[in-house]
């Protein structure tokens, strides 16, 4: 059988660093790896390819090809899945949809041949006779909610990827949190009992990439790294042990909760492994949203102290924000923007409150009867339910908040705190190439950008703490990002986001005159 794996393509995010993987001559931040571990566990006899259209086109002749696609995705995807199962109906090819959204909202894609809800482990086979017979159910669900263990999972299919189109690397080591957070989908798709791979696969898939050809940045994709705290103890050393063995080819980076702050020794041991940087869900300085939200783990230690603790010891923080939990009141905006411009956190990623599908909090809103809207992903569109704070002062804020937060004099001073605080850990081996990337950064930033001023005296700091120099260039490239993609994208859907709102009061008010039922709210205004 001839399989075609299709990513679909990622609109502009603050994570897709759309603006700035062109500056170091690249196509795509990471690797599609749901669709690389998928493809590792397909039967050996089926011929495979596969296409990301964030680096290259979905050409007819490789539909043509096939004889089935398998489509992944997540919410934010579903403009360009439509695309792709719709050119795949014309052409008369089978189309399975499988991943986060197919997980989450199976109903969405009633257009496609077959849905695969949930993890592939321990039952792709269900899958596979469907396809190899012409028959079985459309919809593929999980048998009563059960978890696979991810020890028998082969190391990722990266042979089928382009590879010098890629900033970096990914793989994963483990699945599930053991936190209740209300707003996350993590423990809903993959639960709260941590499932780990043991080391020795961790290092069989080091060995793969390596042996690939693949020198760099790999991150290990894990929502919360440290979900086990047992089992990653020993997991790092054996990690430790292999960097050194072939003279440190890789440089991590993961995602964990804040609370790791609380662990000095797990921390020395992710930085002696190799990891550099660390995405902590933040989320508010508020104790009373985070206590609402059933984010404990965050109070455990001040979060300022927990973020340059972690800093200090070697990673870079990364961090997510929210703003719009009920307990938040119009000061929070003011509040999130001196919080984080007073740490070493360059990339602050912010969001409005989402309810996503099948979340704690979906199920309260919808008690509340607060749901307005199925969750489209996006993270700028307007709350996909009724806000406690009036909705145009919620957009407002936010708009307020990203656009002060991503002005380059801003920016580049939380740099220079990342700069002034970072600590120390072993240096990853020199990249092949490194010197060519590095003129492409001083020629785009250095004296093409309108950001020159502010690169060189982030650089004129990182050169007195040399180590720090490989960060303050990549938060510079990232910047071109951030700094370009709030002031040309996000400002301007914000702003008419809120223009619908002020047509809406408009035709409420008119409605109200005439006394007669608004066709915004269907009743008597």
């Not at 440089?251 to 660390?278: H, N, R, W």
């Not at 970072?422 to 020199?430: H, I, R, S, T």
């Not at 001083?442 to 490989?470: C, D, E, K, Q, Y």
Request: proline letters at 7%; aromatic letters at 8%.
């Amino acid at each position: 059988m001839n399989a075609l794996l299709v990513h679909p393509l990622t609109p502009t995010t603050y994570w897709g660093f759309q603006h700035a993987v062109g500056i170091v001559g690249k196509a795509a931040s990471m690797p599609p790896l749901g669709l690389l571990t998928l493809a590792a566990q397909l039967p050996p006899s089926w011929s495979l390819r596969l296409v990301d259209l964030n680096v290259e086109p979905l050409r007819d002749d490789d539909l043509e090809w096939a004889d089935v696609v398998l489509l992944t995705g997540m919410l934010i995807h579903l403009e360009s899945m439509r695309e792709v199962l719709a050119r795949a109906r014309r052409l008369g090819v089978r189309t399975v949809v499988g991943g986060p959204a197919a997980s989450s909202s199976p109903e969405v894609f009633a257009e496609a041949d077959h849905v695969f809800s949930g993890e592939s482990e321990d039952r792709l086979y269900t899958l596979v006779d469907a396809l190899e017979s012409g028959n079985g159910p459309r919809v593929l669900l999980p048998v009563d909610g059960a978890r696979p263990q991810i020890t028998p999972v082969p190391p990722p299919r990266w042979d089928l990827l382009k590879r010098e189109r890629y900033v970096s690397m990914s793989l994963q080591y483990s699945r599930g949190c053991p936190f209740n957070c209300e707003f996350c989908d993590i423990i809903e798709l993959f639960g709260r009992q941590p499932r780990t791979k043991s080391a020795v696969q961790v290092l069989r898939e080091l060995d793969a990439l390596r042996e690939w050809g693949w020198k760099g940045s790999v991150f290990f994709v894990d929502d919360n790294f440290i979900a086990n705290r047992r089992a990653v103890a020993e997991v790092l050393p054996a990690i430790t042990r292999w960097q050194e063995e072939h003279g440190r080819p890789f440089e991590f980076y993961t995602e964990a909760s804040v609370d790791l702050a609380t662990q000095p020794k797990l921390i020395e041991a992710m930085v002696q492994a190799g990891f550099s940087t660390v995405f902590l869900g933040i989320e508010t300085p508020s104790p009373e949203a985070l206590r609402e939200t059933q984010k404990l783990q965050n109070l455990r230690m001040e979060l300022n102290e927990s973020v340059e603790r972690v800093t200090r010891a070697g990673l870079e923080v990364y961090a997510g924000f929210i703003v719009g939990f009920d307990a938040d009141g119009p000061g929070i905006f003011e509040v999130q923007r001196a919080f984080i411009d007073s740490l070493p956190i360059a990339a602050a990623m912010v969001g409005i409150l989402t309810a996503l599908p099948r979340t704690q909090l979906w199920r309260r809103l919808e008690r509340e009867g607060r749901l307005r809207r199925d969750c489209s992903g996006d993270q700028f569109a307007r709350p996909n339910f009724t806000t406690t704070l009036p909705e145009d002062t919620l957009l407002e804020g936010y708009r307020t908040l990203l656009a002060s937060i991503y002005q380059p004099e801003s920016y580049y001073a939380r740099c220079e705190k990342v700069v002034a605080q970072l600590g120390k850990g072993p240096l990853p081996a020199q990249r092949a190439g490194a010197l060519a990337v590095l003129l492409k950064i001083v020629l785009r930033i250095g004296i093409l950008s309108p950001r020159r001023r502010h690169f060189w005296r982030l650089m004129a700091r990182a050169v007195r703490r040399p180590h720090t120099l490989p960060r303050a260039l990549a938060l510079a490239v990232q910047g071109e990002h951030f700094i370009r993609y709030t002031r040309e994208e996000v400002m301007p859907r914000i702003g008419e986001a809120l223009e619908e709102i002020g047509r809406e009061r408009v035709v409420r008010g008119a409605a109200a005159d005439l006394g007669t039922p608004s066709p915004v709210t269907g009743g008597i205004v």
